[in-house]
């Protein structure tokens, strides 16, 4: 096979599409297109190991600049698609420019939601943490004393206060629903992580709503406004309210789209000669349209798209798993816990180690581990391979949950 495959996107995905389409030993040209300046690198260290220091910059490339040389791949930076050209097969950049594809891979990953202008949402010092730039900006203002303000308390919130009250600063989130972590945890884990922050000095306030962000009158931020009025001190605002999938050239290009681009179980959209994987792709998992935010679905389902492009027509099953870590704790989660009904908790074998398993009317659907690897590294085999481990098993800490992998 010799044509050319374009991959716009710098993420997880389109180093993953490229690295298995060389591996699969395909000899034709293929280009990364990414809008960014730097090396694709990861993501999810940066509220993490990159923002504590624990991780340099050349640890966070996805790929050394030598690989893309070594496997033939044109890395094209700073370069923004700007419109697909379907009928003629050409993906339009910015500047007027234009460059032929065979095959078309959108892996242009997602955007953190920002509050509105209106709102204080523009104001300086007012920051969202997800690209390089957020993460080398906020670093650089994160001084011991300084007043955080962080908005939303899902997982990037918490990381983020996390970061900052190790560096010593005076952190408050503000949690719009009832609790903390409401959409993707259940109650027990919430807790466990309300906890922890507590007992870092980090304030929590839940079931609160945000009337607006406070301008100085210079045209920065100093403070947040709930809607009853009462003001809360800041010299920084994070929000960290969720993700916006960049398919901007999907809707114009006419591709089906919803909350993401719609893909089949191949990766392909609507149009047969055009893929998406990551973050941007909305596929069907457990026979429901679904986004996937995770650094293994990116590398996985971008593997399946390049195996589909040399043809093995490979469906995709995914088997999710996802992370945290906030100061010395490592939650590890496996499977999705989508619809659960149930929650057990299981001590681990270390001490202040502990898993929550959820289960759907009966079956075993995902777990949180939370400094408890062993159990993780179990769980997750046991989801993989199908076994029935029921909620009175987990319950009981004298039942091995490797006997039922034997």
Known sequence: MSNQIIIVGGSHAAI???????????????????????????????????????????????????????????LILSTCATAIDRGNKQLQLEGGTSVAYDTLVLATGAEARKLPAEMGGALDNVHVMRDLKDADTLMAKMISGKKLVVIGGGYIGLEAAAEASKKGLSVTVLEAAPRILQRVACAETANTFRALHQSHSVKILENVSISKIRDDGNGACNGVVLADGQVIDADIVITGIGIIPNMELAIAAELETDAGIIVNAYGRTNDPDIYACGDVALLPFEEQPTRLESVQNAHDQGAIVASNIVGLNKAYHPEPWFWSDQYDMKLQIAGLNRGYDNVVIRTGKREGSVSHFYFSNGKFIAVDCMNDAATYAMSKRILASGATLTAAMASDQSFVLKSLLS
């Open 16 to 74: 993953s599409v490229a690295d298995n389409l060389r591996k699969l030993n395909f000899d034709g040209a293929i280009k990364i297109i990414t809008a960014e300046s730097n090396l694709p690198y990861q993501r999810p260290p940066l509220s993490k190991a990159y923002m504590s220091g624990d991780m340099t910059l050349d640890r966070l490339h996805l790929r050394p600049a030598q690989w893309y040389t070594d496997n033939n791949i044109d």
